[in-house]
């Protein structure tokens, strides 16, 4: 049973570009969730998509968006990019039906120079 | 707004201790806690999550137990060895569980052989 599965595993951009970054969730869940983790840090919640509609928002600024597709595979694009974007964005998985544990993915590595 | 805590930050033990981490929330309007545990640079590998029905669980070497009313949960690693060296993080979902997970920073934990 495959897990949830992130997309790419590291990534170097320059500030101002733009980034989409890509998660499969694991078999079975209907709901992605998407976090930030800097370095020493635990991981900040960015948003969660649940029907192909972001649920709820944590304290991230617009240029942080997502799409959620029929198949529950999502995205989360980030625009605009600032040095401070530069962490572990990490993608995890749940179901209502399965009382909200989560399931993380391996996560991707993103650095902007 | 939910704040996780936990205590101690880093700890460094000769193998085969028995240890405990800690972990405080601010509002006990929990729906679970998970525990997590995260190799460096890697995604998140769920240990243990517990209902907020429950008092603990155990999965071989490990028991957490939550405390609801006081806003604690502890992770007991049994027997401990140079595998378990990781970063353990614990995490809750606020208010009905639907929500974003609210993270501690995390308990840095090295196993000496």
Redesign the interface.
């Known amino acids: 049973d495959a897990g949830?599965t992130?997309s790419p595993t590291h990534l170097i951009k320059t500030r101002g570009q733009q980034v989409t970054l890509r998660c499969s969730p694991k078999s079975g869940h209907d709901?992605v969730?998407w976090?930030q983790q800097a370095l020493?840090?635990?991981?900040?919640?960015?948003?969660?998509y649940?029907e192909e509609e972001e649920?709820?928002r944590?304290n991230f600024p617009d240029r942080f968006s997502g799409h959620q597709f029929p198949n529950y595979s999502s995205e989360l694009n980030v625009n605009a990019l600032l040095l401070g974007d530069s962490a572990?964005y990490?993608c995890?998985s749940s179901s209502?039906r399965q009382?909200?544990?989560?399931?993380?993915?391996?996560?991707t590595?993103l650095t902007v120079v | 707004k939910q704040e996780?805590t936990q205590i101690p930050a880093a700890l460094s033990v000769p193998e085969g201790e028995n240890l405990v981490l800690n972990c405080s929330f601010t509002d006990s309007a929990i729906?679970?806690l998970?525990w997590?545990r995260q190799d460096p640079?890697?995604?998140?590998?769920?240990l243990l999550?517990i209902?907020s029905s429950q008092r603990e669980q155990t999965s071989g070497r490990l028991n957490a137990s939550l405390d609801k009313s006081s806003g604690r949960s502890t992770l007991y690693i049994a027997a401990s060895q140079p595998g378990d060296s990781a970063t353990y993080?614990c995490?809750v979902?606020p208010g009905g569980?639907?929500?974003?997970?609210?993270?501690?920073?995390?308990t840095h934990l090295i196993i000496q052989p």
Not at chain 1, 40 to 48: D, K, V
Not at chain 2, 97 to 106: H, I, P, S
């Open positions: 949830v992130q709901t969730s976090y020493g840090q635990g991981p900040q919640f960015i948003f969660q649940y649920r709820q944590g572990l990490l995890a209502v009382n909200y544990g989560y399931t993380f993915g391996s996560g590595r | 996780v729906y679970n998970q997590f640079g890697k995604g998140l590998t769920s999550l209902q993080l995490a979902p569980g639907a929500d974003g997970l609210t993270f501690g920073k995390g």
